[in-house]
């Protein structure tokens, strides 16, 4: 029978006789492993932030309304606390595709003609009593906008085709206000 430590013995003999044979310092770089740059831990990090990032981006650029509606929030913004009828109600309300022996709906706040990214644009502001305030702009040349909803800049926005076909932008504060003002302004359903 061996020795159990034996082997032991000749595992520290070989190590000696090995570390005498070979200078001490650091091992030939070749047996080093080489990490490829794409694993290293920063390159992955600012990868997932870029992506992060870009969806983001993508996010809110998804969600932007089209320009001409992010013109009429910039200009409903501004003319917020304008008060006044600057036009004859009549075309107005022609424009907007009323009837226009009618009055105007809700409580008319402003009236007037206005300049949108270059467009002219009819400016109607109201209060309507189980909705709020809300602001609709037509406009005077055929334009090109798809129907669609959103929230944009603190006001929620609505794009609506009118009851003579043309589309209408409706911007409110309150989302009660737009639901209130397309029966209104919208045609009836079929």
Same mark, same amino acid.
């Given at each position: 029978?061996? $020795?159990?430590?034996?082997?032991?013995? +000749?595992?520290?003999? =070989?190590?000696?006789?090995?570390?005498?044979?070979?200078?001490?310092?650091?091992?030939? %770089? $070749?047996?080093?492993? $080489?990490?490829?740059?794409?694993?290293?831990?920063?390159?992955?990090?600012?990868?997932? *932030? =870029?992506? +992060?990032?870009?969806?983001? &981006?993508? #996010?809110?650029?998804?969600?932007?309304?089209?320009?001409?509606?992010?013109?009429?929030?910039?200009?409903?913004? /501004?003319?917020?606390?304008?008060?006044?009828?600057?036009?004859? !109600?009549?075309?107005?309300?022609? $424009?907007?595709?009323?009837?226009? %022996?009618?009055?105007?709906?809700?409580?008319?706040?402003?009236?007037?003609?206005?300049?949108?990214?270059?467009? *002219?644009? /009819?400016?109607?502001?109201?209060?309507?009593?189980?909705? #709020? &305030?809300?602001?609709? +702009? =037509?406009?005077?040349?055929?334009?090109?906008?798809?129907?669609?909803?959103?929230?944009?800049?603190?006001?929620?926005? !609505?794009?609506?085709? #009118?009851?003579?076909?043309?589309?209408?932008?409706?911007?409110?504060?309150?989302?009660?206000? *737009?639901?209130?003002? &397309?029966?209104? +302004?919208?045609?009836?359903? =079929?």
């Amino acid at each position: 029978m061996s $020795h159990p430590h034996s082997e032991d013995d +000749f595992d520290l003999r =070989a190590r000696a006789e090995l570390a005498l044979a070979y200078e001490a310092g650091d091992a030939p %770089a $070749h047996l080093y492993r $080489h990490t490829p740059w794409l694993a290293r831990r920063w390159v992955q990090t600012c990868g997932v *932030l =870029a992506l +992060f990032a870009t969806t983001l &981006l993508g #996010g809110v650029l998804a969600i932007r309304p089209p320009e001409l509606v992010r013109g009429a929030i910039e200009h409903e913004y /501004y003319e917020r606390t304008l008060r006044g009828s600057f036009m004859d !109600q009549d075309k107005l309300l022609a $424009h907007m595709g009323l009837e226009a %022996a009618r009055p105007a709906p809700g409580y008319p706040q402003l009236m007037r003609p206005c300049d949108i990214n270059g467009r *002219l644009a /009819y400016h109607l502001t109201t209060f309507f009593e189980k909705g #709020g &305030l809300v602001t609709v +702009f =037509a406009f005077d040349q055929p334009i090109s906008l798809p129907e669609g909803e959103g929230w944009w800049n603190n006001v929620y926005w !609505q794009v609506v085709t #009118g009851r003579d076909g043309r589309p209408l932008v409706l911007v409110s504060e309150k989302k009660r206000a *737009l639901d209130v003002a &397309l029966r209104v +302004f919208a045609p009836p359903p =079929a």
